[in-house]
């Protein structure tokens, strides 16, 4: 199974800051890489998918970028509404795998 | 705005059985492949299954491969997840969600509230 490990594990930050989070892979998966954001008590909601392509009426403040084993999603000026989970996914190969989630804080 | 809502989750005994449901709407179902993903209690997430329009393409993780079986009805929209020898350690809240399309790369574009699944004596 391909393993997934996001860093860091949770970080703090403000409002308007600009945020990077890092997921890398154990084995090469390409491109096929995607971002979840899941607040408390709720589903996850796509972001990026193919590593760097925004998910439709996902704000532009998201970008993702990376490809092989390192990957990111930086988000430029972190907004009230953006504290939450944020998970990475590899569809490369079954089975799917996810990191174990980044936690953003105020 | 595509809409999936799932049921069946309940409080179920160790080896028990318990089949959840994921009604579909405001999509073309029978064109679309469906997964199913679980989040233990204050864990991450965990893909479970998927299945693909015509129901014979089927996947699953290791963990749960020989006693769940996902399946679905195109003429009712709605995919399910058989549930058989459960286990403590299946205890989490089940996601279904949509893929956001056949070809790679593969991505979930959509999901369901959840339906919470716990498997205690």
């Known amino acids: 199974d391909i393993q997934m490990t996001q860093s860091p594990s949770s970080l703090s930050a403000s409002v308007g800051d600009k945020v990077t989070l890092t997921c890398r892979a154990s084995h090469s998966i390409s491109n096929f890489l995607n971002w979840y954001q899941q607040k408390p008590g709720k589903a996850p909601t796509l972001l990026i998918y193919?590593?760097?392509t925004l998910q439709s009426g996902v704000p532009p403040r998201f970008s993702g970028s990376g490809s092989g084993t390192d990957f990111t999603l930086t988000i430029s000026s972190l907004q009230a509404e953006d504290f939450a989970t944020f998970y990475c996914q590899q569809t490369y190969s079954n089975p799917w795998t996810f990191g174990q989630g980044t936690k953003v804080e105020i | 705005e595509v809409q999936l809502l799932e049921s069946g989750g309940d409080l179920v005994q160790p080896g028990g059985s318990l089949r959840l449901s994921c009604a579909a709407s405001e999509f073309t179902f029978s064109n679309s492949a469906l997964a199913w993903v679980r989040q233990a209690p204050g864990k991450g997430l965990e893909w479970v299954s998927s299945v693909f329009p015509s129901g014979a393409k089927t996947f699953y993780t290791d963990s749960v491969r020989g006693r769940f079986t996902i399946s679905r009805d195109n003429s009712k929209n709605t995919v399910f997840l058989q549930m058989n020898n459960l286990r403590p350690e299946d205890t989490a809240v089940y996601f279904c969600?949509?893929?956001?399309?056949?070809?790679?790369?593969?991505?979930?574009?959509?999901w369901g509230q959840g339906t919470l699944v716990t498997v205690s004596s």
């Open positions: 193919g590593a760097s």
């Open positions: 969600a949509k893929y956001g399309g056949l070809t790679r790369p593969h991505y979930l574009e959509s």
